[in-house]
């Protein structure tokens, strides 16, 4: 079903989403929302991903909602907390349903440079990419009994750093040239798609319209 709609459509109506859940101090309204995007994520299969995604941040929520509690009580910790869950299932369900270089390619459709719609394509493409990079030389250098936990990575951090460095220097080499023999840059270039804004289009920004309204009154 996600795949019916525009991507630049599915991009405004996230835009609209972050919006409402940024704006909105309704303690209710966040958990219903909260839980609504659970309920899509699971329904779209990214219940494990985004699951993933809050395991990963859960020192990061809990730290939001200590400095939030700090100076504005127990409901402002309570909020703070709902909300990022809420912007992260949002992202989660977003980047989920939206492949990158179709969002790429219906930017470039609609005029945008191709330099720019790149570098957004780019930052969602790559952005996971260096993790794998990341994950891949941690994991060989553990395997040589090289220690990064604790005090140890003060001591060890140069032998994680500049092997990744190193990886990604030469990632960048390769996708350069990459791009250079595909003719990056070219004003001739077209996306194979034709990216055209429909009915559905709109009616997915105009109830992402409606439920901000309803969220933040």
Not at 22 to 48: P, V, Y
Not at 49 to 65: D, G, I
Not at 77 to 100: C, D, E, K, Q, S
């Amino acid at each position: 079903m996600a795949s019916h709609f525009d991507p630049r459509a599915k991009a405004l109506s996230y835009l609209i989403g972050s919006a409402a859940i940024i704006l909105s101090n309704d303690l209710i309204r966040l958990a219903f929302l909260s839980g609504g995007l659970a309920l899509l994520l699971i329904g779209s299969g990214l219940g494990r991903r985004w699951l993933q995604v809050m395991k990963a941040l859960t020192p990061t929520l809990m730290l939001f909602a200590l400095v939030a509690g700090w100076s504005g009580g127990s409901n402002a910790a309570i909020g703070a907390a709902l909300r990022l869950t809420a912007l992260v299932g949002a992202g989660v369900l977003f980047f989920g349903v939206t492949p990158p270089e179709e969002l790429g390619d219906a930017l470039l459709a609609s005029g945008v440079p191709s330099q720019i719609a790149f570098l957004l394509e780019g930052a969602l493409r790559f952005t996971p990419m260096m993790g794998t990079l990341a994950r891949e030389v941690y994991e060989a250098q553990a395997s040589r009994g090289i220690r990064f936990d604790g005090r140890h990575l003060l001591r060890n951090g140069p032998l994680l750093l500049t092997p990744l460095l190193l990886s990604v220097m030469r990632f960048a080499d390769d996708l350069a040239e990459g791009l250079e023999t595909r003719g990056f840059g070219s004003p001739q270039r077209t996306p194979l798609r034709d990216y055209r804004l429909g009915w559905r289009d709109g009616a997915l920004i105009g109830v992402a319209l409606l439920l901000t309204i309803l969220i933040v009154w």
